[in-house]
């Protein structure tokens, strides 16, 4: 028997929808609620590192990723003029039978995993949330927002960064903190010759190119952002242009392509932790809501999945539910905290740098490189 015979998920997210899969994978009567009445997502990509596929491959859907995305090797590594300095490549040490990097839209990725939960029998409920929940002695009473209710063995919040549960649970001691900095991202037709994601170095700034299909990619630029100025009512793609100032070469050639304002995705970097446990009795934290990374390790959403995967895997087994919830952070929590960490770090690093200040210690390249080899480890 199962430890859980029927769990409520928050969130149609990258966590929710694969937590979701993965539960219904092990026979658990999952529903799903999802505040936004239809789901949408921007349209820039996600890059997938290897142990990304690792988790998707639990749960059967790394193919139709890979397939849906474009596989790249690693990063080339550029001066701001478009000069190649080096080359980065990736690992596939995590799952062999996968390319080291996908890189994926997001609404390609959306509709594989809503296609896979509802494909598994999950109940999708869109528009929804939960007004109340009580933990009684076998199970969790909820009551939803359109006036329905259920009991549940088990409540997952997927709910993203600015995560309602996280608050009920723990209060707002927790909050993503803006860390300094920006990231922009613009989807742009892929050169041909784009067979590596491409990185290139500014004294102020970096860019970035990411394969995301044949014909696609997007370009990434990371700024400081003093203050972190409301973005509000400017025109996004004369501001994104103009923070490509010192590039030229082949950035330089892409910028005048960036003229749509509204496809512009601008996000202030943000970076929480919630301590152990994610947890109080029957509900459990787990993504964004409880570790929100900046992106210098592309591991937001990878965390999301690892978790979600986990816990489905957990739930199948005829164990305590105390003991496995137990498990679950052992097995979470120091990896999550190395992620955030780490991409902190390096988002320090690189400020420094930019602001003209020399610190001997800094490395971000090598911390980007050990990092992401250590995530290969099995958890
Ligand atoms: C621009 C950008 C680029 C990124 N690129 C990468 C990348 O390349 N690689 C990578 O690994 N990560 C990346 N990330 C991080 C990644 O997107 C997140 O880590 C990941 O989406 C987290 O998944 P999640 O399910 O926890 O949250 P989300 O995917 O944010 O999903 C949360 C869901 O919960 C819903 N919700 C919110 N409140 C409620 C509520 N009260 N009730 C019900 N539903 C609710 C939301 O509407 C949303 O659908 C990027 C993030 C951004 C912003």
């Known amino acids: 028997m199962t430890a859980i015979q029927k769990a409520l998920v928050v969130g149609a997210g990258i966590g929710g929808l694969t937590a979701a899969v993965a ?33 998707l491959d639990q749960i059967g859907l790394a193919r139709a990723c890979v397939e849906a995305g ?7 590594i550029h001066d701001a003029a478009g000069n190649v300095l080096m080359n980065a490549p990736s690992t596939s040490e995590a799952a062999p039978a996968y390319p080291p990097n996908n890189g994926i839209t997001r609404p390609k990725l959306h509709a594989i995993l809503t296609d896979a939960a509802t494909a598994a029998g999950a109940a999708l409920r869109f528009g929804v949330t939960i007004d109340q929940f009580e933990e009684g002695a076998s199970g969790v009473d909820v009551r939803f927002t359109n006036g329905e209710s ?25 909050e993503p903190q803006f860390t300094g900095q920006g990231v922009w991202r613009y989807n742009l037709p892929r050169p041909a010759d784009l067979e590596w994601a491409a990185l290139f170095v500014a004294p102020d700034s970096k860019a970035g190119l990411v394969p995301l299909s044949p014909t696609l990619m997007y370009m990434l630029l990371v700024t400081t952002e003093p203050g972190n100025p409301s973005m509000k009512g ?6 994104m242009r103009r923070r490509l100032g010192s ?11 960036i003229v749509e304002s509204d496809a512009v995705v601008y996000r202030p970097m943000e970076s929480t932790l919630l301590p152990s446990p994610w947890m109080k009795g029957r509900v459990v934290v787990i993504g964004d809501a409880a570790h929100t990374t900046t992106p210098h390790l592309a591991q937001g959403a990878a965390m999301a999945i690892e978790d979600a995967v986990l816990i489905g895997e957990l739930m199948g087994r005829d164990a305590p539910l105390p003991a496995l919830l137990d498990e679950f952070m052992t097995r979470r929590f120091a990896r999550s905290k190395f992620v955030v960490d780490s991409s902190r770090q390096i988002g320090v690093w690189e400020m ?5 200040i020399h610190n001997p210690a ?9 990092a992401t080899l250590a995530l290969m480890a099995a958890y």
């Open 23 to 55: 539960l219904r994978r092990q026979g658990i009567a999952v529903d799903l609620v999802e505040i936004k009445p239809v789901l949408t997502v921007y349209g820039v990509g996600i890059i997938q590192p290897n142990n990304t596929l690792r988790a």
């Open 70 to 76: 474009q596989a790249f090797p690693g990063w080339r």
């Open 150 to 174: 259920g009991r549940y063995d088990l409540i997952v919040a997927c709910d993203g960064l600015n995560s309602d549960v996280r608050r009920r649970l723990f209060g707002d001691a927790y």
């Open 234 to 239: 400017l025109q996004m793609a004369d501001e």
């Open 247 to 257: 590039y030229t070469g082949l950035i330089g050639q892409l910028k005048p392509l």
């Open 352 to 356: 420094e740098e930019w602001a003209g």
């Open 362 to 370: 800094a490395n971000p390249g090598g911390l980007l490189h050990t």
